[in-house]
Every structure is written in structure tokens, then in C-alpha cells.
């Protein structure tokens, strides 16, 4: 096939044995690749109410048909998986170079499947494929684990390892891949470390065919062209997604002290600027990238270097946690990286916890004799550290994630846990955007912001305006951003630099030979939608409308300071929302999808109703 | 004595298309956006003569060249 590496890579764990099949030329033509493979093949190939960290729960790893390709940003890799976080659907995108060697090495999925009696690493060179034993690995950090490996097989190869956090099965632990780039959300690494996986070894020479060369190549120069031509490619490559820091600030969604108020009184020292003079030694980018944002970090202050922090680790663990020094929150990224915890998370929990403590319904008991205080930047290091262990009773408490851990405190710190479906709000604060807010509380797996940035829409209209155009606006990009995790490639170029996105599509049909419009794209984007929310339907008793509401904090609790100060979302008007939102996706009041709209989007052989 | 305001992406939509737009010195950059009808809070980034400032109370000055850019995805 055209644009693919040809082959899914099966192991299995349990017994050792390695498989290759050709990878089916109809699931290709139906979910293209890249998460659109991972939710096809989590849903065929793990049975119902799969222990998310037992053998049965697979990890799948895909590219997709940009990925390696002359396409900018063609970098991104697909984990799917069930989640122990959510104990529903789970997909992290990773950047970097992995998802393209994938490709040389003629991968187009590599399927993780039952558990290892003893740590192994998973060896690929081109068509050698071995399970070698990891003991010597076991309990070293992930980029310690990158820098072995590479001096051991040479800097060719890609390395995808996990933590001491996906060793010790934190539920929101991560897997770390050219030193700093996460697939963070949802427990990925947590699955990895249930089936006693390290990490993975990957380097492929191999070429890939493309249905028209010449096509191709036209195609994707284009492509570039357009990057470089861009009116702001050098803002964009200066600073990269910390941009947003001072915007969120501004107009009151900035995260600030576990989400209590959009606009934080030290958020001016986390502004990029700052950030690019005081630590920012370079520019880093993933897998063709002409406009590289990843931005790599010398922090004197503890004698580190570190990629980061992105946007989201600044409000998450930063203005979150009530930290103003950009390389506090630097030295605090490092750490979850290495240890191998998501820093949404990770900053979640521990600004929870700061919290509760403040407020008394935690104890320097429930801490181990931390001072969980918003702004104490050495108890921020000490939770990361205890979370990734599982040390003590605070480290126990929060590796289960903010939903858990409220639920065993209770004292009313449930109304302060920020999650969706048990996932961890990240760095959007939403007092007073309710497209925004729909898009959290509809998002496939749990309240991540990057299937639908609708923010700048919520302030386009009137940020507390509830009206269909905001719902109909979430839709459309929730079944269009995700497709380029289907084709394998970064989004970005699109969203930032604002190129032409018309462009892709005579690369991808140069490259498959497929001709593909972006309406065609959408609809296989909102079919995959559409699975995604059949597996929630499918693993959760009682899954429905309850699990799509937002935390309490933002319809009855006002922020007392910043720009948003004393407002906030009518309750009523959340429902709204969710009832325009069902109609306009064809659901039902309660959230599920009726046989009508299966029928329509071709999904009725995946129902289990 | 003016200076001159490039807005980019889809900001530039919202000057009719225009690349750039004259507006008088002496006033904030929040005034010129407000003058121009460009909401400030759509608005990530301005660069000022190639220097970015995160204060739109910046008074602009004789000859100066802003540029502006909107919000993006942030990740």
C-alpha cells in the first residue's frame, strides 16, 4: 500500500511470540492510521471490561501516512489504549522522530499485548525484532533511560521509555521519547509499565512508496513553502506554545491556584519572554519541522536542562501550583519527565492537594509533613517525587489522580478536583467560556484541550453567549483537528502558522493515492468521534450525561480577582450546552448514540447494544 | 506622525484585508486595536520595531512598526 509501511507488529508479552501481519488494506481505507488505527483495533481486539492494567488491555502504537513523509511536522505517533485513569478511551499524540522510524522499519501499528513476566525492552532494527531483558533499566528515570540506550545502539535509534512513574503504575503516568517529548495523557505509560515494559528500541532504513513521486514531492514543497512564508514563523519558532501565557492571563484563563481564578498577580515572570532570556538555550523541533517550538532549557538555578516547559506545564505548574519563577517550574517538568508522570496531571493533583490543605481537609499527616501551600516550590519537587513512587500516604493519594484521591479525602474537596470522566482539566480555566467548556466536557478522552481550542471562539462571539454556533464551531473542529493524529503529523503549522490546509490533500493523495477532500476527512473524523464515544458507552456501566459535567467550580464558584472576577457559567446554561451539543451530534438526551446515527456513520457492527 | 499596525493571520481579516493600517502616534497599542476594531483580547502578540512586549499600554511613537499577531492553539 501506498504511503504505509506495510506491516502491524503484534507482541505479545506473555509469551514472547512476535508477529507481523500486512496491514489491512480496508481498515486503512476506513481509519487512514495514527489514532484512527488505535481505537479500530482497541476496539476489535480488547474484550469488554478489560482490567486496564491487566494482559488483556493492549498498547497500540501508530503512524499514519504523513508521518516520515515530506510533510511538515510529520512526526506525530498515536498511543492508544484503555485507560486506568478514566477506565475509558484513551489516546496520547506524541511528537518527536519515533512514529517516522516506525516507518522505515515498515511499521505502520506496533500492538503491545500481555505482560511480561520479568522487565524487558522491545528491540527493533529493521525486520530484527527481539524482547531483551530491562532489569538493568528498572527503576531509572526515562531520559536517563534515552541517553543509555542511544550511547548503547548508537543516536539513530528512537527510544520510547517509560519512568519510575509507569513502573510504579501511576495512573497518569507518561512515556517520555527524545528527551522531553511526552505521549502524557491518560496512563499510557502506567499500561506500559503493567506489562512490564521499559521501553522500545526503534530504527528502520527502510523506503516507503508513494502512488505519484512527482506529485509528492510538488506537494510537499508547497507545504514548506507556505510554513516558511508565514507572516509570523519567527514569533512562532521564538517561543512556541508559551505565546499563550500572557493571553491566558490576560483574559482570565490562565489556571491560578487550582483553577480558582484565570489571572494570576505573579503569572508576568512565566511570560515567554521572560522564559526565552532567563532559560531557553535553543529551538527544538520534531520530525521535519520547519518552525520547531519544542524549547530547550538551561536552568542554572539547579544545574538542568530540560525541554520546556510548554504552555500547558506553565499552568499547570506553574501560575496552578502558585509558582512565579520560570525555572522552578522547569526544574518541576524535568522532574515528571524523568520519573515519567503527565504534567497536566502531575500539577493537577498536587494544586488539589495545596488546596485542601490550605483549607484544612488535609493534614501534615495526609502530607507526610509537607507544607502543601500554593507558591512552596519545594513541596511541588517532594509531591512529584512521592507521586511517582507511590511514597507515603500523599504520593498514594494523588498517583490515583485528582477524581480518586478527592473521593477517598472527601470533606468537600470533591468540588474542587478539576476533572472530566476522572481526567484532569488542562491549562484552560473556564469560569466564563462556554465553548471552551463544551468542548472539555465532550472531549474523547476526559478534559484535554486539543481536540477542540475553542477559546478564541468563546471570546470571537461573547465568551458567556450559549448559543448553536458555538456548539456546531466545537463539533467541527472535535472531527477535524484529531485527523492530523490520524495522518500522522502535527497540527500546528495549521493552527499557528495558519497555512492553507487545502494543501494537505494533494500530499496525501500524491502519497496514498487516494484522493481525499477535507469534507471527506471530517466524516471519517467524526465516525472515529463516534467510536471513541461507543467504547465509553461499552467499558462503563451507566456511562451517559453524568459523565460528561464539568467541575462544579466553574458554575458556582466566581473567581474573586483577575479578569474573569465574579463570573461565571449559569448552571442551567451547562446543560444547555449539552443538549444543544446531543442534538446536533445525533445523540440522545443521555448521551448515547441511538441505532439512527450508528446507521448513518456505518459504526453498527461495533455496538455492542 | 504615525505609526503603522501589520496585523496577521486572521486579524488582517478583520481590516478588510489590509496589510498594514496607519494609525496616529501618541496612543497605546490597546488604543490603536480599539481604533482599528480589532478586539485587544484576540490579540497574543505585538512586536514593536521587532521587539515583543506583553504590554499593550505601550504608547506607540513616531514611525513605529507593530506588528500583531493572533492567539493561537497553545499545544
Same mark, same amino acid.
Given at each position: 500500500m501506498n504511503g504505509y509501511g506495510g506491516t502491524i507488529l503484534r507482541v505479545n508479552l506473555t509469551t514472547g511470540t512476535i508477529t507481523r501481519q500486512p496491514t489491512p488494506e480496508a481498515v486503512a481505507r476506513d481509519f487512514i492510521g495514527g489514532r484512527g488505527f488505535g481505537i479500530y483495533f482497541l476496539t476489535s481486539e480488547v474484550p469488554v471490561h478489560a482490567d486496564p492494567l491487566g494482559p488483556e488491555n493492549k498498547l497500540i502504537i501508530?503512524?499514519?501516512?504523513l508521518s516520515g513523509m515530506l510533510a511538515p511536522g510529520g512526526g506525530k505517533c498515536d498511543w492508544t489504549t484503555k485507560s486506568p485513569l478514566t477506565g475509558g478511551y484513551a489516546s496520547a499524540s506524541m511528537g518527536g522522530h519515533f512514529t517516522a522510524e516506525m516507518k522505515y522499519a515498515g511499521l505502520d501499528s506496533i500492538i503491545l499485548e500481555g505482560k511480561s513476566e520479568?522487565?524487558?525492552?522491545?528491540?527493533?532494527?529493521?525486520?530484527?525484532?527481539?524482547?531483551?531483558?530491562?532489569?538493568?533499566?528498572?527503576?531509572?528515570?526515562?531520559?536517563?533511560?534515552?541517553?543509555?540506550?542511544?550511547?548503547?545502539?548508537g543516536e539513530e535509534f528512537q527510544i520510547a521509555a517509560i519512568g519510575v512513574g509507569g513502573e510504579n503504575q501511576v495512573l497518569y503516568a507518561s512515556i517520555n521519547h527524545d528527551y522531553g517529548r511526552e505521549a502524557g495523557r491518560g496512563g499510557v505509560g502506567a499500561v506500559m509499565g503493567s506489562k512490564n515494559l521499559k521501553a522500545i528500541a526503534l530504527h528502520g532504513t527502510g523506503s516507503v512508496t508513494v502512488a505519484n513521486k512527482d506529485a509528492y514531492v510538488k506537494a510537499g514543497k508547497a507545504l514548506y513553502k507556505a510554513c516558511k512564508d508565514a507572516d509570523n514563523i519567527a514569533e512562532w519558532t521564538r517561543y512556541g506554545t508559551t505565546i499563550v501565557v500572557s493571553w491566558c492571563d490576560e483574559v482570565g484563563a490562565l489556571p491560578t491556584r487550582n483553577f480558582q481564578?484565570?489571572?494570576?498577580?505573579?503569572?508576568?515572570?512565566?511570560?515567554?519572554?521572560?522564559?526565552?532570556?532567563?532559560?531557553?538555550?535553543?529551538?527544538?523541533?520534531?520530525?521535519?519541522?520547519?518552525?520547531?517550538?519544542?524549547?530547550?532549557?538551561?536552568?542554572?538555578?539547579y544545574k538542568t536542562e530540560v525541554e520546556g516547559p510548554e504552555y500547558e506545564t506553565i499552568g499547570m505548574l506553574g501560575s496552578g501550583v502558585g509558582l512565579t519563577d520560570i525555572s522552578d517550574v522547569a526544574q518541576a517538568n524535568l522532574l515528571?519527565?524523568?520519573?515519567?508522570?503527565?504534567?497536566?496531571?502531575?500539577?493537577?493533583?498536587?494544586?488539589?492537594?495545596?488546596?485542601?490543605?490550605?483549607?484544612?481537609?488535609?493534614?501534615?499527616?495526609?502530607?507526610?509533613?509537607?507544607?502543601?501551600?500554593?507558591?512552596?516550590?519545594?513541596?511541588?519537587?517532594?509531591?512529584?517525587?512521592?507521586?511517582?513512587?507511590?511514597?507515603?500516604?500523599?504520593?498514594?493519594?494523588l498517583s490515583e489522580g485528582v477524581k480518586r484521591a478527592s473521593a477517598k479525602i472527601g470533606k468537600g474537596t470533591e468540588?474542587?478536583?478539576?476533572?472530566?470522566?476522572?481526567?484532569?482539566?488542562?491549562?484552560?480555566?473556564?469560569?466564563?467560556?462556554?465553548?471552551?467548556?463544551?468542548?472539555?466536557?465532550?472531549c474523547d478522552v476526559g478534559a484535554h484541550h486539543n481536540r477542540a481550542w475553542a477559546i478564541t471562539y468563546d471570546l470571537q462571539v461573547g465568551r458567556d453567549k450559549v448559543v448553536p454556533e458555538k456548539v456546531?464551531?466545537?463539533?467541527?473542529?472535535?472531527?477535524?483537528?484529531?485527523?492530523?493524529?490520524?495522518?500522522?503529523?502535527?497540527?500546528?503549522?495549521w493552527v499557528e502558522l495558519g497555512i492553507d490546509r487545502d494543501l494537505y490533500v494533494p500530499l496525501l493523495e500524491a502519497i496514498t493515492g487516494v484522493h481525499r477532500s477535507w469534507e471527506d476527512m471530517e466524516k471519517t473524523g467524526e465516525r472515529i468521534w463516534n467510536l471513541t464515544r461507543l467504547y465509553w458507552s461499552r467499558e462503563i456501566e451507566g456511562f451517559g450525561r453524568d459523565w460528561d459535567q464539568p467541575s462544579p467550580r466553574f458554575y458556582t464558584e466566581p473567581p474573586a480577582t483577575g479578569t474573569t472576577a465574579g463570573q461565571i457559567t449559569k448552571p442551567e446554561d451547562v446543560q444547555k450546552l449539552l443538549d444543544?451539543?446531543?442534538?446536533?451530534?445525533g445523540w440522545d438526551s443521555t448521551g448515547h448514540i441511538p441505532p439512527e446515527t450508528l446507521e448513518r456513520l456505518n459504526l453498527k457492527e461495533f455496538s455492542v447494544h | 506622525?504615525?505609526?503603522? +499596525?501589520?496585523? !496577521?493571520?486572521?486579524?488582517?481579516?478583520?481590516?478588510?484585508?489590509?496589510?498594514?493600517?496607519?494609525?496616529?502616534?501618541?496612543?497605546?497599542?490597546?488604543?490603536? +486595536?480599539?481604533? !482599528?476594531?480589532v478586539p485587544s483580547e484576540l490579540v497574543a502578540l505585538v512586536v514593536i520595531n521587532g521587539v515583543h512586549t506583553t504590554d499593550k499600554d505601550t504608547i506607540l511613537n513616531d514611525g513605529d512598526i507593530v506588528k500583531l499577531m493572533a492567539v493561537i492553539g497553545g499545544g
Open positions: 501508530s503512524s499514519g501516512p520479568k522487565p524487558v525492552y522491545l528491540f527493533i532494527d529493521d525486520k530484527k525484532v527481539e524482547l531483551r531483558g530491562a532489569s538493568a533499566y528498572m527503576g531509572k528515570g526515562a531520559i536517563d533511560v534515552e541517553v543509555s540506550m542511544k550511547k548503547q545502539f481564578a484565570g489571572s494570576f498577580e505573579g503569572g508576568k515572570t512565566l511570560y515567554a519572554p521572560v522564559m526565552r532570556e532567563q532559560i531557553v538555550i535553543t529551538d527544538k523541533g520534531c520530525f521535519g519541522c520547519p518552525c520547531p517550538c519544542g524549547k530547550y532549557s538551561n536552568v542554572k538555578k515528571c519527565d524523568d520519573l515519567g508522570i503527565d504534567t497536566i496531571s502531575a500539577g493537577s493533583c498536587i494544586s488539589w492537594a495545596m488546596e485542601a490543605f490550605e483549607k484544612g481537609a488535609l493534614t501534615l499527616e495526609d502530607t507526610d509533613g509537607i507544607e502543601m501551600r500554593f507558591g512552596n516550590a519545594e513541596a511541588v519537587f517532594a509531591a512529584i517525587k512521592k507521586i511517582a513512587h507511590r511514597e507515603g500516604k500523599l504520593g498514594q493519594l468540588k474542587y478536583a478539576i476533572h472530566i470522566k476522572g481526567m484532569e482539566q488542562s491549562a484552560y480555566a473556564t469560569h466564563n467560556a462556554t465553548a471552551m467548556l463544551i468542548s472539555y466536557m465532550t456546531a464551531r466545537v463539533i467541527w473542529l472535535q472531527n477535524f483537528r484529531p485527523m492530523f493524529d490520524v495522518l500522522g503529523s502535527c497540527r500546528l503549522q444543544m451539543y446531543y442534538e446536533q451530534r | 506622525m504615525t505609526a503603522t +499596525l501589520r496585523p !496577521i493571520g486572521h486579524l488582517k481579516s478583520m481590516v478588510n484585508d489590509q496589510a498594514e493600517v496607519t494609525v496616529p502616534s501618541g496612543i497605546s497599542v490597546r488604543e490603536a +486595536l480599539a481604533l !482599528i476594531k
